[in-house]
C-alpha cells in the first residue's frame, strides 16, 4: 500500500509540473516521451521487451512487432488470468466481460474494430454474409471470432470496451 502511494504522490507531482508548460512544451514532451518510451521496449529482433503493458501501449506497436510477442497474464480490472498466447487472451478477456454482466443482449453483437461488417463477439457463431470466421465458444450463448493477429486481437478488445462504454473505466493490462 506505500508503494502505491508513494507512485501517487510522484505522479501528482509529474502532473502538477506538466500542467505549468505551455501548450507547444506539452507536445514536445509527449513526442519525447512515447518515441523514448517505445525505443526502449523493443527488444532484440524486434520483439516487444517483457513487461506490463496497458492495451493503450500494446496499441502503439506495429503487428510484426507485436506477432513476436506472446502474452501470459491478463489484468481486468483486478482480476489475473493467466493466458498462453493471444486466443486464450481473448478468450479470457471476454469470458471476465461476460462475469461482469457487460455482455447481455443488448450489448450484442459486438463489431470488429474498424470492419463494422464482423462480429467479434455474438450470440451466434455466424458472421454476416458468410464471411470466414474461427467462433469459439465462451460460456452457455457467446460466441468469440479470434481468427486476427495480435494486432486486430488488441483493436478487438478495444472495440469491446468502446462498445460497452468502458474504455477508460474497465482498467485492462497484458503481461509479456
Known amino acids: 500500500m506505500e508503494d ?12 502538477k509540473q506538466v ?3 505551455g501548450r507547444e512544451e506539452k507536445k514536445e514532451l509527449l ?5 523514448s518510451s517505445k525505443k526502449q521496449k523493443i527488444g532484440k529482433g524486434g520483439k516487444i521487451a517483457s513487461g506490463r503493458y496497458s492495451l493503450e501501449e500494446l496499441e502503439s506497436f506495429s ?19 493467466h493466458v498462453h498466447n493471444w486466443t486464450s487472451l481473448v478468450l479470457a478477456f471476454v469470458t471476465q466481460l461476460s462475469i461482469d ?7 450484442l453483437p459486438i463489431k470488429i474494430r474498424g ?8 450470440r451466434e457463431p455466424v458472421q454476416p454474409f458468410g464471411r470466414k470466421a474461427d467462433f469459439r465458444k465462451v460460456g452457455e450463448s457467446l460466441y468469440v471470432d479470434v481468427k486476427y493477429n495480435a494486432y486486430s486481437h488488441i483493436n478487438n478488445l478495444i472495440s469491446a470496451l468502446e462498445s460497452i ?12
Request: hydrophobic residues 40%; aromatic residues 10%.
Open 63 to 81: 503487428a510484426e512487432e507485436l506477432s513476436k510477442s506472446e502474452p501470459t497474464l491478463l489484468e481486468i480490472n483486478g482480476t489475473r488470468k
Open 101 to 107: 454482466g457487460f455482455l447481455h443482449d443488448s450489448a
Open 115 to 122: 470492419r463494422s461488417e464482423k462480429y467479434f463477439i455474438s
Open 31 to 35: 513526442k519525447q516521451l512515447t518515441t
Open 165 to 176: 462504454m468502458i474504455k477508460g473505466v474497465y482498467k485492462v493490462f497484458i503481461t509479456l
Open 4 to 15: 502505491i502511494m508513494e507512485d501517487a504522490a510522484h505522479w501528482n507531482e509529474i502532473v
Open 19 to 21: 500542467s505549468q508548460l
